[in-house]
């Protein structure tokens, strides 16, 4: 399969983006902020739609979007959790207006509609290159701000009582958050972003308490997942978020079992 060079590309497309959902999908784990993570891929696919519109790459809409809501989100701080019912209003907002744009411009059904549910079997090198940028930069961001970031998680009042300021913290690490959420899209869709930002971190921390073995564990069972999936894509002609979510299911199944 390594003939072909779509085969090539995306398995190191699929690598970038497991690797920094893996790692980031921790902290957003460890934080309890899966919901807002969520929130955010839908919030990019409504600016995908709209870059479509104006005839902008759906992927710098998605990123500009998403970037932009969690900055926003971050900006809220503590008055973000408990808000599930504020957010989930919010995110199917922005997923019916995602509609509409894209009802109003029919030209990129089809490459908008493909962020619903990924298409890693489609990204160019162009592409390629822009997730490896996203990548390095969240991972050498999130590296910068892991110490303040850890405190203000596990002792939040302690943290802003030796003055780390807790909604900074917020602010650039659901920032990093949304450039994983608008690189995982590529990869397995809006939809499904949860599979590989979630599901990987759920059952690392499952198996392990320690910060070190735990986040290795996320980057490791995400990548094993990215690649098992579109290997058997690739062999058996079934949607390759298919194959992603199924394993990442079957992982998090058995990290249950493990745990009890």
Known sequence: MFEYDFMVNAFAASGIVAVLAGIVGYFLVLRGQTFAGHALSHVGFTGATG???????????????????GVSMGALGERLSGRDVAIGVVLSLALGCG??????????ATQVTALLFGNVLGVTTSTLFVLAGIGAASLLALGA????????TLQPELAEAKGVSLRLVSVLFLAIAALAVAAC?????VLLVFTLMVGPAAAAQNLSTRLATGVGLA???ALAQAWLGVTLAFY?????SFWITALSALVYGASLLRRR
Do not use: C, K
């Open 51 to 69: 870059a479509a519109l104006v005839g902008i790459s759906p992927l710098w809409g998605m990123i500009g979007f998403t970037l932009a809501a």
């Open 99 to 108: 509609l509409l744009f894209l009802h109003f411009f029919t030209a990129y």
């Open 145 to 152: 701000i892991t110490r303040p970031l850890l405190f203000a």
């Open 185 to 189: 899209t590529q990869i397995v869709g």
């Open 219 to 221: 980057a490791l069972f």
């Open 236 to 240: 058996t002609d079934w949607p390759t």
